[in-house]
DNA sequence: TCTGGTCAAGGTGGT
DNA sequence: ACCACCTTGACCAGA
């Protein structure tokens, strides 16, 4: 079991995530921005694995406009050392890297462009986890997409797309539920379809579901997890008081974290933390997990 | 130096 | 057909 927060460490000065307009698109600019992320990202590494950190989701603008047609610098090859070398230590870590590609990036959508910008997305996700030697546990989550008024027939256009992926996408490939268009029931009968891993988020699942309960939710996501796929991820998060139902919590909540940690007990899960500070409340999840032998196996793992 | 309108991208639901 | 909202941080133009 690893904990981990997504893409920004509010306590140091400096940012994996950062871009600018499109419109002030250049060359110079890109690689300047592109170096300075990456060096943040070490930083980020670094900071974590002295917290006992060791699971991280990267921001998809650490290259920003990536898969952009404005994009023609040849940042693979531009960088391809220093991936490789941050890659070495993440893995000399043993460091878990999720990726999530925002909502724009859709599979499922019935507009060929969309789907092939989507696709282009995903081919430059994959290409930065390889860059990085990180291997088939590494993954990049993401939703099934849009309903268009008919769920069957957008799951359906999901698997046939899904199935005309390169497999250099597939294999990071994961699907996630999320709180409004398909549920987990949803993903697991498309994992049924494809192979594909389902990711469990917790929170999205209490928010939409079909009356499954969370414990059986858990057993069926892992299963569709296999050997290469590593062990199976969550998101976790809780529900924030003030916001509509689904909004993300601004800490922690540490005894619905507890009852969570108590139904998960009979399965190992890397727990990403879906809350809004970040790291902090990742130093809380760990300290409440310093008796928990799932916990003390992952740091051994190294 | 500060502020707030705006940012590549889509989907959904209300009108 | 059109618009606000979803959700997010931060860019950046203008004060």
């Given at each position: 079991m690893r904990i981990g927060y997504p893409c920004i460490n509010r306590r140091l000065d400096c940012t994996s995530a950062k871009k600018f307009r499109l419109a002030s698109f250049n060359d110079e600019r890109f690689f300047t921005t592109v170096s300075g992320n990456l060096s943040c990202f070490r930083q980020i590494l670094a900071w974590?694995?002295?917290?006992?950190?060791?699971?991280?989701?990267?921001?998809?603008?650490?290259?920003?406009?990536?898969?952009?047609?404005?994009?023609?610098?040849?940042?693979?090859?531009?960088?391809?050392?220093?991936?490789?070398?941050?890659?070495?230590?993440?893995?000399?870590?043993?460091?878990?890297?999720?990726m999530h590609p925002d909502q724009f990036i859709i599979l499922n959508s019935p507009d060929e462009r969309i789907v092939s910008r989507s696709v282009d997305e995903l081919a430059y996700h994959a290409t930065l986890l390889d860059l990085m030697g990180l291997g088939t546990q590494a993954k990049i989550q993401l939703h099934v997409g849009g309903r268009y008024g008919d769920s069957q027939e957008s799951i359906a256009r999901f698997v046939r797309v899904y199935d005309t992926l390169d497999p250099a996408i597939r294999r990071?490939?994961?699907?996630?539920?999320?709180?409004?268009?398909?549920?987990?029931t949803d993903c697991l009968e498309i994992s049924e379809q494809t192979g594909i891993p389902v990711l469990l988020d917790v929170?999205?699942?209490?928010?939409?579901?079909?009356?499954?309960?969370?414990?059986?939710m858990l057993d069926a996501t892992g299963r569709t997890w296999?050997?290469?796929?590593?062990?199976?991820?969550?998101?976790?998060?809780s529900q924030h008081p003030a916001k509509r139902p689904g909004?993300?919590?601004?800490?922690?909540?540490?005894s619905d974290f507890r009852q969570f940690l108590e139904l998960s007990q009979p399965f190992d899960r890397d727990i990403m933390l879906e809350i809004k500070d970040k790291e902090t409340s990742a130093l809380a999840a760990i300290s409440l997990l310093q008796k928990d032998p799932r916990f003390e196996r992952g740091i051994g793992r190294g």
């Open positions: 974590n694995v002295t917290h006992n950190i060791l699971f991280f989701r990267i921001s998809s603008d650490i290259i920003p406009f990536a898969s952009h047609p404005v994009c023609s610098a040849p940042w693979q090859e531009h960088f391809s050392e220093e991936l490789e070398r941050i890659g070495h230590s993440i893995r000399d870590a043993g460091i878990r890297i999720s990071h490939l994961v699907i996630e539920n999320d709180e409004t268009r398909f549920s987990a929170f999205h699942h209490a928010c939409y579901n079909n009356g499954e309960e969370m414990g059986d296999g050997a290469a796929d590593g062990i199976p991820m969550v998101d976790y998060s909004g993300h919590a601004e800490h922690i909540d540490l």
